[in-house]
């Protein structure tokens, strides 16, 4: 406040290669969710660029931003995050509504994701018919739907047991072996080791960048 | 995002709130409602009005006598007809703007005919008396002027009359008993309904003079006669001629400017007018009612929608995680407020006709369902819910989607 003001991010400097899987590690107020959140367009850097592809996001108005959520980003959040008005489908079918796709394609996208996350049967259920595992793959068909190129995972198995939570990693691992990046923000080190590079942050600034060589 | 996607979209969530959505669509019921009614009660009374005047003719004065009270003493029964045909042709000769004068005997009497009996109103006039009621001949013809002058058993009945006397069957040319006497039919009149107080086709008209020398020779002895119908030239100069025909009569019959008259002008125009200005200040009223609860009902959507952006920030949020633009979030609230006021609006119309319905059929007061009103109740209705609907939505496109994913 006043003179003193408060960088939630400090000469970053850091580029991810398509179909990496990235793991950001880094305690509260580390600055790991402001770069999450660069990262996933939902903010542009208010000094220095940010190329996402052939995007300088940095110079991206919100509606371009949202359109580059909506067709190369997926989103898992720890929480979920969905509608608890919508079934598994109609969820899964959200981002596609926004991207104007008709209706017999996006619900075939849709079944087809939910199809992938094992939950081929839980089509017509909602949220709160849904355990939390089913909900988190839920949540990662929705991310998948539109085949976006980049998952964002924000402690995704934050809210989870650690059985479901490694059942939730593994689809993560097999998306990212079907040549999706992702990017994945934890405090768990074993969670963070199913990433190929290891980010570790503290104060807004990258800490240690390391391949993960357990992997 | 197509129109359809939106709607399924709100729906959904008005659903999930169905009484809080029904609770804040009341002022637009009311509102819509009572627009409704009122634009009903005016284009009733529009229609009463234009009914009266195809029923009695318009621009037409009556001017009846009536027994008058000399220096504080009735003149008693006798003296009830104090009109005659030369106070008539006094008034058409003094006042240009009469157009024409229908006199009028009357008397109520049985009629037998066919075997049947029936106890009807019978006039007796000239053929004035049909332009200026606005009769219409289903069937014959009005009276010949040798008919009129030499004063032959002729007559023309109104359609009750013939329903009574003959059924279906035509009745012209058959003979009726009026009084005893025998008239040939030689007319049927144009059905025209009944009013509150009357039938108008339980009638029989037969030449003035018939009348006078054959059934009321003793009623209206010499040239007096029990009312005219006095048809001015145009709507503008009625009220004056009104006040023509009475300083006139005045003069005739001798009776001071402020003395009690001896004869009544009935203008019909008065009473219609009357009929139209308490509509008028009851269309006035609802419209006060429709114009607040309209306004009300607008703060109240606006009201609840700020409430539902609030609580579903964080949805909000995510939609906009997964691509949702500024314009996606305004117009799904946007078609929020919408459906809800048009929740409103639909039941405010069948509260309305309701309301018309009952109306109509408890105080008889004639009420008309204009289509219009109900187009005009969409569109008051719709914009009320895009109006009072635009800032809380655009209060939620203008989340900024890292707050709004934060927001717990």
Known sequence: MGDNKLLALDNIDLSINEGDFVSIMGSSGSGKSTLMNIIGCLDVPSSGEYHFRDNNVSTLNSNKLAELRNKDIGFVFQNFNLLPRLNAQENVVLPLLYSGKNLKERNQLAIDALESVGLKDRVHHRPNQLSGGQQQRVSIARAIAGSPKLILADEPTGALDSKTGLEIMKILNDLNAKGITIVLVTHEDDIANYGSRIIKMKDGKILEDRKNVNN | ?408
């Open chain 2, 1 to 408: 995002m197509s129109i359809t996607d939106l709607i399924y979209l709100s729906q959904k969530s008005l659903r999930s709130n169905i009484l809080r959505s029904i609770l804040t669509s009341l002022g637009i019921i009311i509102g819509v409602s009572s627009v409704i009614t009122m634009i009903s009660i005016g284009s009733g009374a529009r229609i009463e009005v234009e009914q009266q005047i195809e029923r009695f003719g318009s621009n037409n004065l009556i001017v009846r006598s009536q027994s008058s009270s000399n220096r504080g003493v009735s003149m008693g029964a006798n003296s009830v007809n104090t009109l005659t045909l030369k106070d008539m042709e006094a008034l058409k000769e003094e006042l240009p703007a009469i157009k024409a004068i229908a006199p009028r005997v009357s008397l109520s009497t049985q009629i037998v005919a066919n075997g049947n009996n029936w106890l009807a109103t019978v006039t007796g006039t000239t053929n004035d008396y049909f332009d200026l009621g606005n009769w219409k001949f289903e069937n014959g013809r009005s009276f010949e002027e040798e008919e009129l002058a030499s004063g032959s058993r002729v007559a023309i009945i109104g359609k009750t009359v013939q329903k009574n006397l003959f059924d279906t069957d035509s009745p012209i040319d058959e003979v009726i008993r009026i009084n005893k006497v025998p008239f040939t039919v030689i007319g049927l009149l144009d059905a025209k309904g009944g009013t509150a107080w009357a039938d108008l086709d339980d009638t029989v008209i037969v030449p003035l003079k018939t009348a006078k020398q054959r059934l009321v020779a003793k009623k209206f002895p010499g040239d007096q006669i029990r009312s005219m119908t006095i048809n001015v030239r145009s709507s503008d100069l009625l009220f004056k001629t009104e006040k023509d025909v009475d300083t006139v009569m005045r003069k005739l019959h001798k009776i001071s400017a402020n003395g009690n008259p001896d004869f009544v002008i009935r203008n019909y125009a008065q009473f219609l007018n009357a009929r139209q200005e308490s509509s008028r200040v009851m269309s006035i009223l609802l419209a006060t009612v429709a114009g607040i609860s309209l306004i009300v009902g607008g703060i109240g959507i606006m009201n609840i929608m700020l409430v539902t952006v609030t609580e579903r920030t964080k949805e909000i949020g995510v939609c906009m995680s997964v691509g949702a633009k500024k314009r996606d979030i305004l117009l799904q609230f946007l078609i929020e407020s919408l459906m809800i006021s048009l929740i409103g609006g639909l039941i405010g119309i069948a509260l309305g006709l309701g309301v018309i319905f009952g109306v109509s059929e408890y105080f008889k007061w004639k009420m008309s369902l204009d289509y219009m009103s109900i187009v005009l109740s969409f569109v008051f209705s719709s914009s009320i819910g895009i109006i009072f609907g635009f800032y809380p939505a655009r209060k939620a496109a203008n989340l900024n989607p890292i707050d709004a994913l934060r927001y717990e």
